[in-house]
Antibody, heavy 116, light 111 residues
Framework: EVQLVETGGALIQPGGSLRLSCAAS????????MSWVRQAPGKGLEWVSV???????YYADSVKGRFTISRDNSKNTVYLQMNSLRAEDTAVYYC??????????WGQGTLVTVSS | QSALTQPPSASGSPGQSVTISCTGT?????????VSWYQQHPGKAPKLMIY???KRPSGVPDRFSGSKSGNTASLTVSGLQAEDEADYYCSSYAGSNNFVVFGGGTKLTVL
């Protein structure tokens, strides 16, 4: 069964750092584009970052320079390192597998709350 | 403000059809055949319903269909059922820098 499980969400103070993990099963992350998508409370979906099979990475302007996506092939896991967190980063963060720029598999999401 | 424009709400009675629009630009919807639609029930993760403008993943009922004309894509739900009540989001590839952009979402109510 194809599955994604995110962990790492927490309540964190503004300016703090957090690392989210996304463990995949049923498929190989290195053979797929993998993205992070977030959803602020009561709001819509926002693409955050993608890790291409080539190793290239891209980020939304709202997180560029603060967030870093990475991949551990041995653990079949994708990560999102989030630094200099702001209140506006508060959201449920989803990990998603990309197939032709369509997200065909999603995790259950992990909540990040940035607040003092 | 979302990159793609969707109506905030739509509604229909059971058995009826409803169409949700998604308007972008030549840089996203109009420039690529990579429009997708997602269904999201409260508290749940989104589910892919349409990809590549009009293709349905395995397991998605054929009551769901997609199309595109110029810079506007559309999702049509035919034979509305109670379980179709959810939020629907469109998305489009927007080039290597912007990657994927989403619409603001449409809340579909089955009356």
């Amino acid at each position: 069964e194809v599955q994604l499980v995110e962990t790492g969400g927490a309540l964190i103070q503004p300016g703090g750092s957090l690392r989210l993990s996304c463990a995949a099963s049923g498929f190989t992350v290195s053979s797929n584009y993998m993205s992070w998508v977030r959803q602020a409370p009561g709001k819509g979906l926002e693409w955050v970052s993608v890790f291409y099979t080539s190793g290239s990475t891209y980020y939304a302007d709202s997180v560029k320079g603060r967030f870093t996506i990475s991949r551990d092939n041995s653990k079949n896991t994708v990560y999102l390192q989030m630094n200099s967190l702001r209140a506006e980063d508060t959201a449920v963060y989803y990990c998603a597998r990309d197939s032709d720029y369509a997200f065909d598999c999603w995790g259950q999401g992990t909540l990040v709350t940035v607040s003092s | 403000q979302s990159a793609l424009t969707q109506p905030p709400s739509a509604s229909g009675s059971p058995g009826q059809s409803v169409t949700i629009s998604c308007t972008g630009t030549r840089s996203d919807v109009g420039g690529y055949n990579y429009v997708s639609w997602y269904q999201q029930h409260p508290g749940k993760a989104p589910k892919l319903m349409i990809y590549g403008v009009s293709k349905r993943p395995s397991g998605v009922p054929d009551r769901f269909s997609g199309s595109k004309s110029g810079n506007t894509a559309s999702l049509t739900v035919s034979g509305l059922q109670a379980e179709d009540e959810a939020d629907y989001y469109c998305s489009s590839y927007a080039g290597s820098n912007n990657f994927v952009v989403f619409g603001g979402g449409t809340k579909l109510t089955v009356l």
